[in-house]
């Protein structure tokens, strides 16, 4: 589930390993130029921490980002 804090969206996703979750960015970000909006994100091993929030709106959570989490959700289905 993502969470709302400090003006962002935020979750984390885990995988079996580190391969695995870096074909999961490959994906995310693949999604993320299509939706012309691009998260900020970090992995270490097995994990992908994204942060989601819109820039050019003064960094706050907009529509724009919780269109990109769900699309990023549906990744996993």
Request: charged share 30%.
């Amino acid at each position: 589930m993502w969470a709302e804090e400090d003006d962002k969206l935020k979750k984390t996703f885990e995988f079996g390993d580190f391969t695995e979750a870096f074909a999961f960015m490959c994906r995310v970000a693949f999604l993320a130029e299509a939706h012309g909006h691009h998260p900020n994100w970090s992995n270490v091993y097995n994990k992908v921490v994204i942060e989601l929030c819109t820039h050019d709106q003064g960094n706050i959570v907009t529509e724009k980002d919780r269109k990109l989490a769900d699309a990023i959700d549906n990744l996993q289905k």
